[in-house]
Nanobody, 127 residues
Framework: VQLVESGGGAVQAGGSLRLSCAAS????????MAWFRQASVKEREGVAL???????EYADSVKGRFTISKDSAANTLYLQMNSLKTEDTAMYYC??????????????????????WGQGTKVTGSS
């Protein structure tokens, strides 16, 4: 399974970015996907996830500002980030695993639940 993120960049506080994650190389059971981020000197943290039924989970810090979505035909996961803050600055990673199917809070907390990771895309929010 390959996950390739894109769309990162530098943006002023209050601005918007849309991240993409293109998935390939898997067959059979669907790929459960999520967004994580890691700021320097911090642990990787869950940002948002989405299951095939459309259920979502968001970190409290991004609720109301970020929206996760998926184009199943294109096997692409998105993260629309609005009202960006300087504290959103981090490397954003796409994560995937074939073992899970339903959205759950623990899947947003436990990075170790995912076997597949992209290389990350950098997001920098400036004041």
């Amino acid at each position: 399974v390959q996950l390739v993120e894109s769309g990162g960049g530098a943006v002023q506080a209050g601005g918007s970015l849309r991240l993409s994650c293109a998935a390939s190389g898997y067959t059979g059971r669907g790929l459960f996907m999520a967004w994580f981020r890691q700021a320097s000197v911090k642990e990787r943290e869950g940002v948002a996830l989405l299951d095939s039924a459309g259920r979502t989970e968001y970190a409290d810090s991004v609720k109301g500002r970020f929206t996760i979505s998926k184009d199943s035909a294109a096997n692409t996961l998105y993260l629309q980030m609005n009202s960006l803050k300087t504290e959103d600055t981090a490397m954003y990673y796409c994560a995937g695993d074939t073992r899970w199917s339903a959205a759950a809070t623990w899947l947003l907390i436990r990075a170790s639940a995912y076997n597949y990771w992209g290389q990350g895309t950098k997001v920098t929010g400036s004041s």
